[in-house]
């Protein structure tokens, strides 16, 4: 168990690669038409904010950018536990 705690780069990447990873495991990458996930790490303080447009046909995509929302602070709250 490391006591180093993760950079704030590594937390911003952590949080993006999670959300994307949301949103691409609903959507195929050619039917998402915009999406934007902003992440800030400031003392101690995680803010993440994620857009998306694509069809609503299949899935519900605000539904899916919450998800995709909620999956980046889990997976930042896990890379501080590990």
């Not at 899935?59 to 709250?77: C, G, K, S, Y």
Request: glycine share 2%.
């Amino acid at each position: 168990m490391s006591t180093e705690e993760p950079s704030d780069e590594t937390v911003v990447q952590t949080a993006s690669d999670a959300a994307e990873g949301v949103i691409f495991s609903q959507y195929k990458q050619s039917d998402v038409r915009d999406y934007d996930v902003t992440v800030v790490f400031e003392d101690g303080v995680l803010e993440v904010d994620v857009y998306l447009n694509a069809p609503e046909d299949e899935a519900n995509p605000e539904r899916i950018a919450d998800d995709a929302a909620l999956a980046a602070r889990h997976a930042v709250d896990d890379l501080f536990e590990a």
